[in-house]
C-alpha cells in the first residue's frame, strides 16, 4: 500500500495530470471573471481548494472541480516525493537541486502572499494625518465604547459573521447583537424611491430611508456595499433597531446604563504604529495642456516608538517602504486637495525574487556541467 502511495505521488502522469488541470483552471477562472468579477473569481477559483457548484434555489454547494490550492498544494507534494526518490546528491546534481528548491519556493511564496498580504488605500486630505489604511472590499461592524474620556474602546466585527442573521456576542461588550437583516451588496438613500422599500428602524437615524439589495458587483472599479439592521439586546431588554450601512458616514449613537456608544459598518480598518501627514499633493500638467505630468505626495512620516520623523515624496513608480508597508501614488481627490495611497503589506515579496535567482544559479550550473564534460570529451576524442 505505501509502495503504490510513493509511486503515485512520485509519478510523472501526476505531474502532467496536474498542469493539464491547472491550465483548464486558469482558462475557466479567466472566463468566469466576466460574470464573478476579479475579487470573487480569485477567491472562488484560485484560493480554494475545490471550485463549487450552488445551485439556484439551494443553499448547499457541490465540489465539482479542484481549486488553486488543491492543485498547487499536489504539485509541491508531487515535486518533493520526487525528488527525495530519484535525487542522487553529487555535485553533477546541485544544479537540479536549486532548480527544484527554487520552484518550490516559488509555489510556497505564492501560498503565503495569499495569506499574509493585505491591499488597502490610505485617503488624506492635505494637512491631514491618518495611522490606518482602510480595506477596498472587506467591511466590519465597529462598536465604539467613547465613555473614557481619554481612551475609545474599539469591537470589530467582520461583515461577513453578520450575514448569518443570528445573535452575536462579545466579551467586550454588554449586551449581545440580534442581526435582524443584513444585505452583503445594498443601495441607501433618504430620498423619495417608489422602487426601494422602507427600511423601518425604531431607534436612531434612517428610520425613514429606504433601501434594496442589490446583486454582487463584477467590475473592478465598483464594490460590495453592505447594510443591514442590528439591535443591541442587553439582560433587560432590546435598545432598539438601528440601519447600519457602508453608505452612512455618520455613526449610530445609543446609551446603555450610562455608557455611550457609537455603531458603524465601515470598511476594515488595519492601523498602523505611525503616522503620514499629508503636507503636500501635487497634479501638474504639461503646459498649455490637460495631460497630466505627475502625481505626487510630499508626506512626513512621524514615528513615536523610534523618534523617526522625515519627509519623502511618493509619486508615480516611486513608493514609500516602510515598516513592512508600501505606499503607492494611487489616486486623488477631484479638487486636487487630497491623495489615496494604494497600501501593500506582503512579508512573502522577496520570495519571488529568491526563486527565480536560484532557478537561474540552477539553469546556469546545469549548462556550465554539461558543456564542461561536452568540451572535456571532445578534447579527449
Known sequence: MLDRLVRFFTSLKLTVVLLALGTVLVFWGTIAQASLGLYKAQNEFFRS???????????????????????????????????????QPGKRKIGVALIHLGVVLLLVGQFLTDY?????????????????????????????????????????????????LDEIAVPKLPFTLRVKKFFPNSVVTDQPAPMLDPV???????????????????????????AGIVEPVTPQ??????????????????VHDGRKFLMQLRPVRY?????????????DKYAGTDIPKNFSSRVRVENAGNGDSREV??????????????FYQASFDPDNQGTV?????????????????LVSIGLLIQFLTHLFRFAAKRKTA
Request: hydrophobic share 35%; aromatic share 14%; glycine share 8%.
Open 271 to 283: 492601523y498602523k504604529p505611525f503616522s503620514l501627514h499629508l503636507v503636500e499633493f501635487r497634479h
Open 116 to 164: 499574509l498580504s493585505t491591499e488597502s488605500s490610505m485617503h488624506i486630505r492635505n494637512g491631514g494625518t491618518k495611522n490606518y489604511s482602510e480595506a477596498d472590499r472587506d467591511f466590519e461592524l465597529a462598536i465604539t465604547d467613547t465613555s473614557e474620556a481619554e481612551l475609545d474602546t474599539v469591537v470589530t466585527i467582520p461583515a461577513r459573521r453578520l450575514v448569518k
Open 49 to 87: 481548494f475545490f471550485v463549487f457548484w450552488q445551485p439556484a434555489s439551494g443553499g448547499w454547494r457541490i465540489p465539482i472541480y479542484p481549486g488553486g490550492y488543491m492543485i498547487g498544494g499536489l504539485l509541491l507534494i508531487n515535486l518533493f516525493a520526487a525528488h527525495i526518490r530519484y535525487y
Open 237 to 254: 431588554g432590546s435598545l432598539g433597531t438601528f440601519l447600519v450601512s457602508g453608505l452612512l458616514t455618520h455613526p449610530q449613537e445609543f
Open 341 to 357: 495611497l494604494q497600501v501593500v503589506h506582503n512579508p512573502s515579496w522577496l520570495t519571488p525574487y529568491f526563486s527565480c535567482v
Open 313 to 326: 515624496l511618493i509619486k508615480m513608480n516611486t513608493p514609500l517602504r516602510y515598516a513592512g508597508d508600501t
Open 200 to 226: 423601518n428602524t425604531t431607534a436612531g437615524f434612517g428610520g425613514n430611508f429606504r433601501w434594496k439589495e442589490l446583486p454582487h458587483e463584477t467590475t473592478m472599479s465598483s464594490r460590495d456595499t453592505p
